[in-house]
């Protein structure tokens, strides 16, 4: 494609707060999305948003307020909605104190005792915990932005990867919100990647993640063309 790559956190990530996220906020992740892109489009012609999880929600959001400055969008494992069905609870009053009580502590930690999470390498890149407020304000997007409006106002094309087995964000909720986006379909595409595991786009634990990229890679050289 001969782009430029800049490469951007989402407020508070990769911070070494003690509970990890403890100052997270739904309004300052969108801000921090929102200055991702101005930069972005600083210092390019055209601007290819690839964002996984929570910044696959907030790329969607730049969608339907930027999007006519949008060449293109690939969504890996996009937060449309919490696996976790119990997850609406964070949402209601008192919904931190609840789903304090019910895992018995302000801060959720992951279970790492399987494969690929018990690793020095895993550690190393992704939290292994994070405060409970962070959880309450992601909820908040979700139920404020991931919704038809939303979906229908998105005219870019985009690709959207994800596997049926996800057990942090509903596989279902992503297939349903890909069929909704705006777009004509010969300018959306939807790929069902053969794992078990959330992330699917580093090696570190989906091996054919290097696949997910050269398929992204063809898809926006198909629509930059078209």
Partial sequence: LKANLYLSRLAYHGQTTSPPLRDYTADR??????EAFVVARQIGHKVIILATLAGAMHALMLATHY??????????????????????????????EIASIIIGSDTYKKDLR????????????????????ALVELQNSVV????????????????TFYTPLDDTVDP???????????????????????????????????????????????????????
């Fill in 114 to 133: 399987n494969a690929p999470y018990d690793t020095i390498e895993y550690k190393k890149h992704w939290y292994s915990s994070y405060d409970l407020s």
């Fill in 144 to 159: 404020h932005s991931m919704n038809s409006e939303t979906f229908e106002a998105v005219q870019t094309p985009t690709i």
């Fill in 172 to 226: 279902t909720a992503i297939v349903s919100m890909h069929e909704r986006l705006g777009v004509a379909s010969e300018h959306k595409r939807i790929v069902s990647v053969d794992s078990d595991q959330h992330v699917i786009t580093s090696t570190l634990i989906y091996r054919d993640a290097d696949s997910i990229a050269t398929e992204s890679l063809n898809f926006f050289k198909l629509q930059l063309s078209m």
């Fill in 29 to 34: 992740a969108w801000e921090s999305a929102t």
């Fill in 67 to 96: 999007g006519k400055d949008i060449a293109a969008m690939a969504l890996y494992s996009p937060l449309i909605r919490l696996a976790d069905g119990a997850s609406f609870i964070l949402n209601k009053p008192w919904g931190k």
